[in-house]
């Protein structure tokens, strides 16, 4: 904690020498100051810590992925937010025709793992789930830890089980670190 400045010793109306009580907006700016250094420190040192921490623990965290399907014109590249928590779960973002995915995750090498997810794949309505997307992929973090690619397949299934439509692509991904105010 800061150490609160000196109070002001001005001769107040009297003619004594009392110390006087700092005003309001005098406090309320030794207060703002102090907590912005402290944020701003605090900020540092947190987006450090956890850049470090997320290089060291892998794959867990959040990451922006750009999502390349081969040899399909009728599915442009997109973005996605995907989130590996620390117990082996995969979750990604919808679409406007696709659930949110949910899946699992696992370590196959010292930068490498596997992801297996599923979303619903809505109607037009974007009201009744009429298949289920089902992909399986390999990603390989560079040696940093804040970017990595992956190769996937998918299959689109019927609510039944029966596969009606397959396809692959390739995904690059950075990591979502903490940006200090």
């Known amino acids: 904690m800061a150490a609160k400045p000196p109070a002001d010793t001005t001769k107040s109306g009297d ?6 009580r700092p005003s309001r907006r005098t406090v309320l700016g030794w207060t703002a100051g102090g907590a912005a250094a402290a944020g701003a420190a605090l900020g540092a040192s947190l987006a450090g810590e956890a850049t470090a921490a997320q290089t060291a623990r892998g794959i867990e965290g959040s990451w922006r992925v750009m999502v390349t399907v081969e040899d399909r014109a009728d599915i442009p590249p997109f973005v996605l937010l995907a989130t590996f928590s620390g117990d082996g779960t995969y979750v990604q973002n919808g679409t406007p025709l696709q659930s949110t995915g949910h899946g699992s995750w696992l370590r196959t090498g010292e930068r490498t793992f596997a992801v297996t997810l599923e979303a619903l794949l809505w109607d037009a309505s974007s009201t009744v789930a009429v298949s289920i997307l089902r992909a399986r992929m390999t990603v390989e973090l560079d040696p940093t830890g804040a970017a990595g690619v ?24 950075a990591r979502i670190s903490v940006q200090p105010l």
Request: glycine share 16%; net charge negative; charged share 25%.
């Open 15 to 20: 003619g004594e020498g009392r110390a006087r």
């Open 150 to 173: 992956a190769r996937f397949q998918f299959d689109v299934l019927l609510t039944n089980g029966e596969i009606i439509d397959v396809g692959s692509g390739m995904a690059t991904a």
